[in-house]
Nanobody, 124 residues
Framework: QVQLVESGGGSVQIGGSLRLDCAAS????????VAWFRQAPGKERESVAA????????YYADAVKGRFTISRDNAKNTVSLQMNSLKPEDTAVYYC?????????????????WGQGTQVTVSS
């Protein structure tokens, strides 16, 4: 597995924007499919967005489609999540996860590598 570290979380008002970054321990992140998940207090962890190892295909949960954009820079071993038009229901701990070739893009059990998470809080 690859070691991942998230950054960029914080507090923002409704309608604001944040950019989350996921950094890998080494260059091998370019070999992995990567996804962002989130978990609010008292709720199950849910899929937010995913991107293939080449960056050529992306997936988004209906709740964030049109507002969030996932991208990657394999040269820098990073994956980012640009979050715009933030809503209170976006408040959660956001996790970066990576998988090799097996599994499904939105299935938690498919991802053996996880970051520690970064808090995102949206308020008025």
């Amino acid at each position: 597995q690859v070691q991942l570290v998230e950054s960029g979380g914080g507090s923002v008002q409704i309608g604001g924007s944040l950019r989350l970054d996921c950094a890998a321990s080494d260059r091998t992140l370019s070999m992995y499919h990567v996804a962002w998940f989130r978990q609010a207090p008292g709720k199950e962890r849910e899929s937010v967005a995913a991107i293939t190892w080449t960056g050529g295909q992306t997936y988004y949960a209906d709740a964030v489609k049109g507002r969030f954009t996932i991208s990657r820079d394999n040269a820098k071993n990073t994956v980012s999540l640009q979050m715009n038009s933030l809503k209170p229901e976006d408040t959660a701990v956001y996790y970066c996860a990576a998988r090799f070739w097996t599994g499904s893009y939105d299935d938690l059990s498919s991802y053996p590598s996880w970051g520690q998470g970064t808090q995102v809080t949206v308020s008025s």
